[in-house]
Nanobody, 123 residues
């Protein structure tokens, strides 16, 4: 069993920045991949970014490329999502997730999820 706890969300004006953190506990594996997803009100949960735990292969949704950066700290068992140049359309609940195996864009392929952290970007 793996538990994921997100933090770092909040209110920010357009153009601002936030850094989200996701602390993992339990039986994680170096062969796993961490991902960030987001869900806006009334919308589906969409892929944002993913990183392989061991090799740091990263992939981003087109909507966040050049603005968001995913990273991980193995010693702290934590993944981060640095969000710059935030836009109102980035407003959503952001979730971290973990899956066995390599990178994936598909939310149904992830095995464990955090509770989410709210990000609100005002204009």
């Amino acid at each position: 069993q793996v538990q994921l706890v997100e933090s770092g969300g909040g209110l920010v004006q357009a153009g601002g920045s936030l850094r989200l953190s996701c602390a993992a506990s339990g039986r994680t594996s170096t062969s796993w991949t961490m991902g960030w997803f987001r869900q806006a009100p009334g919308k589906e949960r969409d892929f944002v970014a993913t990183i392989n735990w061991s090799y740091s292969n990263t992939y981003y949704a087109d909507s966040v490329k050049g603005r968001f950066t995913i990273s991980r700290d193995k010693a702290k068992n934590t993944v981060y999502l640095q969000m710059n140049s935030l836009k109102p359309e980035d407003t959503a609940v952001y979730y971290c997730a973990v899956r066995s195996g390599g990178n994936s864009y598909y939310r149904n392929s992830y095995d464990y999820w955090g509770q989410g952290t709210q990000v609100t970007v005002s204009s």
